[in-house]
Structure formats: C-alpha cells, structure tokens
Nanobody, 127 residues
Framework: QVQLVESGGGLVEAGGSLRLSCTAS????????VGWFRQAPGREREFVAG????????YYADSLKGRFTVSSDNAKTTVYLQMNSLKPEDTAVYYC????????????????????WGQGTQVTVSS
C-alpha cells in the first residue's frame, strides 16, 4: 500500500502562486507515474497534470497549460505542482495520485488512472 501525502495548499489572492508537494510514505516515485487532480465543490474530480515515473514526460489539462507546471526532485521523493496566475476558479481540493497510466480518453484528452490517492490539500483563491 502506497500512502501519498499532499501539502502546500492554502489561501492566496487571485494572481498569486502556490506550490503543492506530493510525497509517498516510505518510498520514492521511481516506479510510479504521478498525477495531480482537483475537485471543486459540486464538480467531478478532474485531471490537472502528471509526470511519468522517469520524469521525462509531463502532461497537462489543455486549459491549464502555461500556468501550471509539474516536476519532481532528482531523488524522485517529491512531485511538485507549481501553480501561477491563480484564479478564483482554481479553488478546489487538489489530490495527487500514484501508479497507473496516462491515457487519452474518448474525448481525446489526456488523463490518468492512478492506483493510489492522497487525502488532498485545499487551495482557495480569493478574488
């Protein structure tokens, strides 16, 4: 069982930045793809960004390209989600998911089906 822990959420004004972190208890991400998701109140959980276990490939939801950046540290102990130019509509609980694969869904959009989930971290963007 892989336990994932997100951190770095909080309250920020519109236009500000936050960096979220995802760590795996007792292990590295050397063999795990990692994806970031978010879920706003009343909405379904949606894929935000992801990085392959090798760190060589990254994926983004089309609407977030250019504002969000996913990365990992060299030791692959932590996966980050750098969020810039935040908007009130970015308010959500952000989750990281480990394992699984990145695939294109029937709508042609990249998504991720992880095997493990963290508990989430709240991001609130005020206007």
């Amino acid at each position: 069982q892989v336990q994932l822990v997100e951190s770095g959420g909080g309250l920020v004004e519109a236009g500000g930045s936050l960096r979220l972190s995802c760590t795996a208890s007792g292990r590295t991400f050397s063999n795990y793809n990692v994806g970031w998701f978010r879920q706003a109140p009343g909405r379904e959980r949606e894929f935000v960004a992801g990085i392959t276990w090798s760190g060589t490939s990254t994926y983004y939801a089309d609407s977030l390209k250019g504002r969000f950046t996913v990365s990992s540290d060299n030791a692959k102990t932590t996966v980050y989600l750098q969020m810039n130019s935040l908007k009130p509509e970015d308010t959500a609980v952000y989750y990281c998911g480990g394992g699984g694969s990145f695939v294109y869904n029937s709508a042609g959009r990249i998504t991720h089906y992880p095997n493990y989930w963290g508990q989430g971290t709240q991001v609130t963007v005020s206007s």
